[in-house]
Structure formats: C-alpha cells, structure tokens
C-alpha cells in the first residue's frame, strides 16, 4: 500500500469514528452546556491522540530511513536500512540501499584513482629531490671543502659551518625523499620497511619498536603499500599530537588468514578530537583494499590504530594507489 493511501485511510478511520459518535445517543444544546463542552474536548483530544498515534506508527519507516541518511558515512561502508513492510516506503528504502552502494563504489574507486596519482607524485618528488637537488648540494659540499682547504684559518672556520649545515640540510631532503617514495618497501618488502619506519621516527623523546609475527602470509603491492602508509600516518599522528614516549607497531595474522596492523602509543588519546586530513586518508586508503580501519583507545590507555586486512587478493583485482 501506498504511502497516501496509508495516510488516507487512517485520518478516514479517525472522521468515521468522529462521524459515528456524531449519531449516537450524545447531544449538544445551544448554547453549549458546561458538562456537554467537556465531552466536545474530551472527544477531540481522544481523536487528536489516536491521530498523532496512528500517523507516528504509519511514518516510522521514513524516520528510521531519514535517521539512515542523516548518518550515511561512505568511509564506513557497509551500513544499510532495513527494509521493513511493503508499498512505497520498502521500495524507496530499497532504492536508498541501492544509491547507497553505488556512492560507496564510486568513492572507492575515485579515491583509488586520486591515491594513484598521489603516490605517482610523490615517486616525482622525490626522484627530483634525490636526483637534482640532493646532487646539487653533493657538489656544493665538495666546493666547499675544497675552498676550505685553501683558505686562512678565520675564513675556513666558517666554511666548515657551512658545510655542516648543507650536510644537515641534504640529510633532510634524503629523509623527505624517503618518505615520499619508501624504496625499502619496494626493494626489501614490508617487513623491513616497518623496521625502517620505526628506526626514522625513534628519536630521544619517543621510542619505537615493532614486533612482526612470522609466518605471515603473502601480500600484493598494493595492500603492502596501503598497510605501509596506514602505519606512517599513524606514527607521524604519535610523533605530532600524542604527546606520548613509546609506540609499539604490531604486524600479526589474523584468524581469518589475513593480516593486522595495529600501531598503539601511551599518549593522551583521541578523546573527543574530530577526524582530520590523515585519519580519513587512512580511511580512504583501507577502503582501497577492503580493510577495515579502527581508531580507538588501546588497552593501557592512548591511542590505537587497528587495520584488519581480511586476506590475500589476486593481483589485480584492486586498483593499486600506487
């Protein structure tokens, strides 16, 4: 039944009851008496509330569906309304699921192209950093020492200075370049580049330590990579915000055959901060190989950042972000 003819038929109930104590034995006089008023009221309240009563049990399904849309979050896939009844308010939650999977497909697969043409970037950057600038300043440490050794005392003093700091700053871009394009990832797989990752974010304040299970099965490129950039995200997450001294960096199966990734810090925690840029990267980054993402409180307090990856895929059935 339609939802007109639902909201029909009720308010058509409500009038023939109306209609029908309208013929019974109940009289008005003119001028209405006190005692016959207090029926009149007495009657439109009790017809008000069977009304009310009857159109909140018809429209419960499109308050359920309103409350569906108004909490539709397509980085948190899988949610859908139940479709309860028949007539047009089942077939308008079924069209809802329906427009439901499709935005999260087609996000899925923008964010997949967008993460692509991210990482192909950030490959560019890094060769041109490595490339054209880390070489230029190379030279420059050269001409330096090689001015330094022909100068006077004062003057060669100085030239060391310089030296120290062009020597730091083509350290920092090595460093950038590394993070822009993990090569150990792709020369010595995932294990040693969580290794590598936690030895680069190691410093005097925050200590990092990893502990990666044997046996694990065997990931493609693309769910590496994904795995690998959650786990930098979280950390530079620890380094900035946290506020904490030691993470611990946990790579174990998963009973169902897959793998997770767990990163958990002693700091402060999420407590009621919003979701920013880099929590919904690692979203949108999950999404792309069918993982699921949890953000939490670990289990002495701080922060925990779980990504649970069901399994290993064929090549190729996910577009790879890089």
């Given at each position: 039944m339609s939802l007109f003819w639902r909201i029909f038929l009720l308010n058509a109930a409500v009038l023939v009851v109306a209609v029908l104590l309208l013929l019974g034995p109940v009289t008005v006089s003119t001028p209405v008496l006190f005692g016959e008023a207090l029926v009149l009221i007495a009657g439109l309240v009790a017809m008000l509330v069977a009304n009310a009563a009857l159109l909140r049990i018809g429209l419960a399904p499109l308050q359920r569906l309103n409350r569906a849309m108004a909490t539709a979050d397509l980085l948190r896939p899988g949610h859908r309304t139940e479709v309860t009844g028949t007539g047009s308010i089942a077939e308008l939650t079924t069209t809802f699921n329906a427009m439901l999977g499709r935005l999260e497909a087609e996000r899925a697969t923008s964010a997949g192209r967008a993460l692509s043409a991210q990482e192909a970037e950030r490959r560019r950057i890094a060769q041109e950093l490595h490339d054209e600038v880390g070489q230029t300043l190379t030279a420059v440490l050269l001409q330096l020492k090689h001015t330094a050794d022909q100068v006077p005392q004062p003057a060669r003093d100085d030239l060391h200075q310089a030296q120290e700091a062009t020597r730091a700053g083509l350290d920092e871009i090595r460093r950038i370049a590394r993070r822009l394009r993990p090569g150990v990832l792709e020369e010595l797989g995932l294990h040693s580049a969580l290794r590598a990752l936690a030895a680069e974010f190691t410093t005097s304040r925050l200590g990092v330590t990893t502990h990666i299970t044997?046996?694990?099965?065997?990931?493609?490129?693309?769910?590496?990579?994904?795995?690998?950039?959650?786990?930098?995200?979280?950390?530079?997450?620890?380094?900035?915000?946290?506020?904490?001294?030691?993470?611990?960096?946990?790579?174990?199966?998963?009973?169902?055959?897959?793998?997770?990734?767990?990163?958990?810090?002693?700091?402060?925690?999420?407590?009621?901060?919003?979701?920013?840029?880099?929590?919904?990267?690692?979203?949108?980054?999950?999404?792309?190989?069918?993982?699921?993402?949890?953000?939490?409180?670990?289990?002495?307090?701080?922060?925990?950042?779980?990504?649970?990856?069901?399994?290993?895929?064929?090549?190729?059935?996910?577009?790879?972000?890089g």
């Open positions: 044997p046996g694990l099965p065997r990931l493609d490129r693309a769910t590496e990579l994904v795995v690998y950039r959650v786990a930098q995200e979280a950390l530079t997450n620890t380094a900035r915000h946290s506020g904490g001294e030691a993470v611990e960096v946990h790579l174990r199966p998963l009973p169902s055959g897959g793998v997770s990734l767990i990163v958990r810090d002693d700091g402060r925690g999420l407590r009621s901060a919003p979701e920013g840029a880099g929590m919904r990267g690692m979203r949108e980054r999950a999404l792309l190989i069918d993982a699921d993402l949890l953000l939490g409180t670990g289990p002495n307090g701080g922060t925990q950042v779980r990504l649970n990856v069901a399994g290993p895929r064929p090549e190729g059935r996910t577009e790879s972000p």
